[in-house]
């Protein structure tokens, strides 16, 4: 079961029968030499604590420690709830939870780094807003988390999901890559689609820098993860649709990481360049201007 690539997970799917999500669970099992029953309990601590951190800003916004990010999530709630919301339920809502995960995070509150802290609303976002609008249980729930975790699992072994290495479409992509397969295997899709869908994500996002104001992780990285969460379920649906990617997703992934490693330093999260090194970014990391949004207005 320890599957080193893409082309070899699908290889096993076929001669097993399996779902990713299967294949991953057994790999845990062999090569972590657990049972089930201990994996399983993990999956429901890590599925509790998505729920909670994607739930609760809306109830009780959270200004994050640097100031630039806190009420985003209510705002979108509020929007979406007065029936205002454009793009949908799904989308608005996995927004909205993205966006409030991220507050948990930057309030140095509890989340899952899925696969990491800075893109951490991305997955829960896609997958609670889908287990609201179609009521999926949560064992179905903790299979697509298998599923993601699969795709974040390949990405650290053959490339990186750090912004310092690669920039943002190695953090935000590759969760949004982990979003869009466990959608596509939560709504029904193949092995062969889910992992489609993770290599349209990583074609869309190649070349997003990592530009942290500040060098805090706040902004742009929150409205990165609901844009990521937009383009998880969008690769999702074109995937179940079989709009097939033509690269596959071991190409795309060694694609993603050498388009990385050739981002100057500036654009891997150094904060010297992008959104950080604009007049308006410098002025709040220096302290000279102050957010008057009506998200920190009402905090």
Known sequence: MDFKNGAELLDLCSQYSCSISQIMRRRECELGETTQDVLQAKMERILSIMKESATSPIKSPRKSIGGLIGGEARLLNEHRTAGKAICGNVISRAITYACAVLEVNTSMGLIVAAPTAGS?????????????????????????????????????????????????????????????????????GTPEQCLSAASSVLMNMLGLVCDPIGGLVECPCQGRNAAGAAIAITAAEMALSGILQIIPFDEMLDTMYSVGKKMPAELRETALGGCAATPTGCAFACGKLKLTSPSHKAM
């Not at 590759?174 to 029904?188: H, I, Q, Y």
Request: aromatic content about 4%.
């Open 120 to 188: 951490s609303g991305i997955v829960p976002g896609v997958i609670l807003a889908l287990q609201e609008e179609y009521r999926i249980s949560d064992d179905r729930l903790m299979d697509a988390l298998f599923n993601a975790g699969a795709i974040g699992y390949l990405a650290m072994r053959n490339a990186t999901v750090a912004g310092a290495v690669g920039g943002c479409q190695a953090e935000v992509g590759v969760a949004a890559a982990m979003a869009a397969s466990a959608a596509a295997e939560l709504m029904g």
